[in-house]
């Protein structure tokens, strides 16, 4: 059973840096598509970044330049390092998994709460 826990979350001010961690169990992060998606209250849950199990990136433009999506195969690990964070960013953010480029993401974490102060 895949599972998915977030981690690294928390309050921050204009302009600084977050790492969030995805921890993966029950199957392989390198060979899966993971993403990372956030919520902002009241507001439809967006995609934020994307690995493929080739090494490929891509990003949401609101984050593009400030953001980066990484993955530590040993660790089974998947982080998004966040800096310049903005109030905008403020939301909770979901790791998510899928095992084939066509279709849904099948597995997503619990989530992890961001809040950037202004």
């Known amino acids: 059973q895949v599972q998915l826990v977030e981690s690294g979350g928390g309050l921050v001010q204009a302009g600084g840096s977050l790492r969030l961690s995805c921890s993966v169990s029950g199957c392989t992060a390198s060979t899966y598509y993971m993403g990372w998606f956030r919520q902002a209250p009241g507001k439809e849950r967006e995609f934020v970044a994307r690995?493929?199990?080739?090494?490929?990136?891509s990003y949401a433009d609101s984050v593009k330049g400030r953001f980066a999506i990484s993955r530590d195969n040993g660790k089974n690990t998947v982080y998004l390092q966040m800096n310049s964070l903005n109030a905008e960013d403020t939301a909770v953010y979901y790791c998510?998994?899928?095992?084939?480029?066509?279709?849904?993401?099948?597995?997503w974490g619990q989530g992890t709460q961001v809040t950037v102060s202004s």
């Open positions: 690995i493929w199990n080739s090494g490929i990136t």
């Open positions: 998510a998994a899928k095992e084939r480029f066509i279709g849904e993401y099948e597995y």
